[in-house]
């Protein structure tokens, strides 16, 4: 009987030390993942700063596309402006060479 609970007691033994071990080896893993998860969580954040970069360049691009096409239909009313100013000054030169006579 003695022997039978040196026996368990060192079988309870064995069995605890393998248990110590799993959970050992348990809380090992878990940093492990814990250090994975901080650094997904740095790269998330590294990567929403740079999309809020992004759509700031976007949005810049877009006023300076306006802005472009402002200047650009201004510079076509203009550009037609002084068309028609150059065909009324062609007119008034050539009635004034009609009157002074050739």
């Known amino acids: ?10 079988q309870g033994s064995t069995q ?3 248990v110590a071990e799993v959970i050992h080896s348990i809380t090992d893993s878990s940093a492990r993942v814990k250090v994975l998860v901080d650094e997904v969580r740095a790269g998330s954040i590294d990567q929403m700063r740079g999309i809020e970069k992004i759509a700031g360049t976007i949005a810049q691009m877009a006023t300076v596309t306006q802005a472009t096409a402002a200047n650009s239909q201004e510079t076509a009313a203009s550009s037609q402006e002084m068309a028609a100013q150059a065909h009324t000054l062609k007119e008034i030169a050539e009635q004034l060479h009609t009157m002074v006579g050739n």
């Open 16 to 18: 605890l030390q393998q």
């Open 1 to 10: 009987m003695i022997e039978e609970s040196i026996g368990k007691s060192n």
